[in-house]
């Protein structure tokens, strides 16, 4: 459990030190010294009094620093310490805390120094256990914004990510709460809606949390099933997100619509998610379907909702549709190529001679009159727009395998096949082991 936030620009007293801090502890102090120079480390004997009044002058001088109090609580900010007890820099004042209060005292500087080496230590694509990790040291230390962005990028990746829910402390940060009155309990809700829309991955965590304690379930559902229409995209991916969360299997017909058809990619992710969080693969025959659909568009989207479920099962039957990409697109490549002849050019009439046989017994001979073209016939050919859909097509079912396999046999469709070809026997047991035995009545 970690304690609130204290910022140098806002100081509150009442959030600073709980209730269960009334009878402060003896103060100890775990305060971060600079590394010894060179003098010390060639065994240089300081005085104990001359060590103590350099250490006290280093503790008077106006420095950011991190507070630990004994209540849990983290101040983060401009600070020192003067006649034996803190101050910490309220805007232009100083305030002066208990003496008793500080557990634990570091510089911000040193501790960001070290969260730069062991940022450093994870490489430059660290992965998400590494962040994790990283992110739940920095909680430690409080470096509670910095933690919070670790956490993002995440869940942002993997929302489910196990590690990263479990991380996030409780009440770390602030949003609007629906434990009102009655009467002001529907604008409360619509408050915390808009702020979830408009979060980050963990503001949305801690915005459902808000939800699960202080909220009407079933009047949740009804007010994110009418979120879910909202002409904004934001709004409708948080209302997936906050079904998926507190009522997996609500509003599911709903879910598989926007999963497919929403023309938000956040919005479609998010409603694939939701659908997946019921763990039941029978949610997938509705976008199985939506494969054999005559809409290109549609198909596509499918295979992403697929993905996105990020349900193993999905596997084989996108792997069924991408060798029937593979056969169409091979037929239509055999076919000739749609072409005609087209002439650009002009056309001239002229006379070019009298008929000499009517002119001997007529006034006016009879005129014979000829034509010169002058232009080019061109052979014109003309390509569907069915190469570039199918090509679209087949990328994005490869993405979704390689989202669901993580494997990457290459970038063709060629590759995919033979993979499948070699691996779908040990994958289909595989699959089956992890299948639990339905048992009919149950």
């Not at 199918?390 to 994005?396: A, D, I």
Request: hydrophobic content about 40%; proline content about 5%.
């Amino acid at each position: 459990m970690h304690g609130p936030i204290a910022d140098a620009n806002e100081i509150d007293h009442d959030m600073m030190f709980r209730q269960s801090t009334a009878a402060l502890l003896i103060p100890v102090l775990c305060l971060s010294l600079t590394a010894p120079n060179s003098a010390a480390q060639r065994s240089v004997t300081v005085e104990p009094a001359a060590q103590e009044a350099v250490d006290a002058q280093e503790l008077s001088v106006e420095r950011r620093r991190i507070l630990h109090f004994h209540g849990g609580g983290v101040f983060r900010g401009k600070t020192r310490f003067v006649d034996g007890h803190w101050e910490v820099r309220d805007r232009s004042e100083w305030q002066a805390l208990p003496a008793d209060a500080v557990a634990r005292v570091r510089t911000e500087r040193d501790v960001l120094r070290e969260c730069e080496r062991l940022s450093d230590a994870n490489g430059r694509k660290p992965s998400d256990d590494q962040r994790v990790r990283l992110a739940s040291w920095m909680l430690e230390q409080g470096l509670y914004s910095e933690a919070l962005a670790e956490l993002d990028q995440v869940l942002e990746g993997d929302p489910d990510h196990g590690g990263a829910l479990a991380a996030l402390p409780d009440d770390l940060l602030p949003v609007p709460t629906v434990d009102v009155d009655a009467d002001v309990a529907e604008s409360a809700r619509a408050s915390l809606y808009t702020f979830g829309a408009g979060a980050t991955p963990c503001g949305r965590e801690y915005a459902v949390r808000e939800l699960r304690r202080n909220a009407d379930a079933e009047v949740v559902q009804t007010e994110l099933a009418k979120e879910l229409c909202s002409q904004s995209l934001r709004r409708r991916s948080f209302a997936a997100f906050a079904l998926g969360r507190l009522q997996p299997g609500a509003e599911l017909k709903n879910l598989l619509i926007h999963a497919i058809l929403d023309p938000s990619e956040e919005a479609r992710r998010a409603s694939a998610q939701a659908v997946a969080a019921t763990h039941d693969p029978a949610v997938l025959v509705p976008m199985v379907r939506a494969l054999s659909s005559s809409s290109s568009r549609v198909r596509t989207q499918a295979a992403e909702a697929l993905g996105n479920a990020n349900m193993e099962h999905a596997v084989e039957p996108l792997m069924v549709h991408l060798a029937s990409l593979n056969a169409a697109q091979s037929t239509s490549a055999q076919r000739r190529v749609p072409h005609g002849n087209i002439f650009v050019g002009k056309q001239y009439a002229y006379i070019q001679d009298f008929d000499v046989e009517v002119a001997q017994f007529q006034a006016v001979a009879d005129p014979q009159v000829n034509v010169l073209i002058e232009g080019d016939v061109l052979d014109a050919g003309v390509h569907s727009i069915g190469e570039y859909a199918f090509t679209y097509e087949t990328r994005m079912v490869r993405g979704a395998l390689a989202q669901l396999t993580g494997q990457n046999p290459g970038h063709t469709t060629r590759a995919w096949l033979a993979w499948w070809e070699e691996n779908q026997g040990d994958w289909k047991a595989a699959l089956a082991a992890a299948t639990p035995p339905e048992t009919p009545g149950r």
